[in-house]
């Protein structure tokens, strides 16, 4: 069982930044791929970012790539996204997601284990 919980969303301004971070608990944490979605009002659940087991693979959706970056720290089961440039677009619940298997995946459904989300708003 893995137990997620993210922190650091809040109100920022176009062009600003902010760092989610996920602190999971569980002893098979490392093992697991990791991603990042989010949900606008009125939208569907969309994939951001993921990250495999070992850090070294790392994939975006084409709506953040080269702004935002995703990273972890096994040693501390965390898992962290920092979105830079930020646009009023971006305004969404964050979720972090464990996707309970090495390989990342960008398919929301493969991720057995999700935290309660952090709300993230931009305002233009």
């Known amino acids: 069982q893995v137990q997620l919980v993210e922190s650091g969303g809040g109100l920022v301004q176009a062009g600003g930044s902010l760092r989610l971070s996920c602190a999971a608990s569980?002893?098979?944490?490392?093992?697991?791929?990791m991603g990042w979605f989010r949900r606008a009002p009125g939208k569907e659940r969309e994939f951001v970012a993921a990250?495999?087991?070992?850090?070294?693979?790392?994939y975006y959706a084409d709506s953040v790539k080269g702004r935002f970056t995703i990273s972890r720290d096994t040693a501390k089961n965390t898992v962290a996204l920092q979105m830079n440039s930020l646009k009023p677009e971006d305004t969404a619940v964050y979720s972090c997601?464990?996707?309970?298997?090495?390989?990342?995946?960008?398919?929301?459904?493969?991720?057995?284990?999700w935290g309660q989300g952090t709300q993230v708003t931009v305002s233009s």
């Open positions: 997601a464990a996707s309970g298997r090495p390989r990342l995946t960008d398919e929301g459904g493969l991720y057995p284990y």
């Open positions: 990250i495999s087991w070992s850090g070294r693979d790392t």
């Open positions: 569980g002893r098979t944490f490392s093992t697991y791929a």
